[in-house]
């Protein structure tokens, strides 16, 4: 994986949790499912 593509995930990792949202419930909310999410939030 790249740098760029592992910071996207770290950052949408930080953002998500911070808002106290799981995977799930961030892939309803953007209309995508839980595993494309899951390959981008680490």
Known sequence: ?????????ERLRM????????QDQL???TGKDSMSKS???I
Not at 1 to 9: E, K, N, T, W
């Open 15 to 22: 953002v998500r949790k911070l808002k106290g949202l799981t």
């Open 39 to 41: 390959h981008i939030s």
């Open 1 to 9: 994986m790249s740098d760029f593509l592992r910071l996207v995930g």
């Open 27 to 29: 892939a309803e909310k």
